[in-house]
């Protein structure tokens, strides 16, 4: 009997609709190169090496081996990289799509790091209050840093809702499917700077932009005077609105700001 490590978040999906479902959404093809993340006992990774030319699998518990012999020995497209996925370099591996049921400890860090190294399309299985966040749109409660940071990068689209009793051992909470699309419609001209921007804006989502951008005049090095006077002659130069809060402002105002204001304070 296998003993399911609850650190490495091994609730395996056991209903094969939400590992189709997965498989569909993703469009897979013979010409795909897919990696996934966690093998498990391979249930998913059976579903993609069917039909994807070659399937990656980054899998970090090596007790899981069995399973992974028993499915190398019928598809030959298979391969596994023991490893944790936080340390893989990415670059060396040529997919071009992303299906994964994750770990949900690493969410946040695998997602932008999938991001990072871009991809053409992906098709994960994350908590169901992470994938709100995720998909959230301004204004909602959900909408917050994480919202901003991923939409900014990529289209993300909540595809279903996934009940704890699709997994053995069940989750405490739900599941969601999610399809990221990465694309660059948006340019950010700084990425540094807009990571510290949203650092700073989001400790006060309630508060007005100007406001928050004062508040957290430490994030960029400054005083709150020195700020309020920076800030002061960017609104009356470059025409913009600081005046909602700060989580009214959709992704693309953002960025638009983050750009002009980086300009200023950098
Ligand atoms: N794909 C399988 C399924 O759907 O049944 C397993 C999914 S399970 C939620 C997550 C898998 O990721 C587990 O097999 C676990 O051992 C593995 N895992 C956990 N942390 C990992 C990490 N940092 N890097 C790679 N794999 C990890």
């Not at 059976?46 to 090596?62: C, G, M, P, S, T």
Request: glycine fraction near 4%; hydrophobic fraction near 40%.
């Amino acid at each position: 009997m296998f003993k399911h490590k609850k650190k490495l978040g091994q609730c395996f999906l056991k209903d094969k609709n939400f590992v189709y479902k997965a498989v569909e959404s993703a469009n897979i093809t013979d010409k795909d190169v897919v990696l996934e993340i966690g093998l498990g006992k391979g249930i998913l990774t059976e579903e993609l090496a069917k039909r994807a030319k070659k399937v990656y699998v980054i899998e970090l518990d090596k007790s899981l081996e069995r399973y992974a012999n028993n499915l190398k020995e019928r598809y030959s497209n298979i391969e596994i990289i023991w490893n944790d996925a936080l340390k893989v370099n990415l670059n060396k591996l040529d997919f071009n799509k992303v299906v994964a049921n994750l770990p949900y400890q690493i969410s946040s860090p695998i997602t932008f790091k999938l991001l990072d190294r871009g991809f053409d399309l992906a098709v994960l299985m994350y908590q169901l209050e992470f994938a709100n966040r995720m998909v959230a749109k301004e204004g909602t409660k959900d909408y917050g840093r994480l919202t901003v940071a991923v939409q900014s990068l990529a289209d993300v689209e909540l595809l279903c809702k996934v009940p704890p009793s699709a997994f053995y051992p069940k989750p405490k909470v739900s599941s969601a499917l999610v399809k990221i699309t990465p694309r660059e419609k948006y340019k950010i001209e700084n990425k540094e700077f807009f990571k510290k921007f949203l650092r700073a804006i989001f400790q006060h989502r309630n508060k007005s932009l100007r406001k928050s951008l004062i508040d957290s005049s430490k994030e960029f090095g400054l005083e709150k005077s020195e700020i309020r006077e920076i800030l002061e002659k960017f609104i009356k130069e470059e025409n913009v609105d600081l005046s909602k809060k700060v989580f009214c402002y959709s992704a693309p105002e953002l960025i638009e700001i983050s750009n002009k204001l980086s300009r200023y304070i950098e």
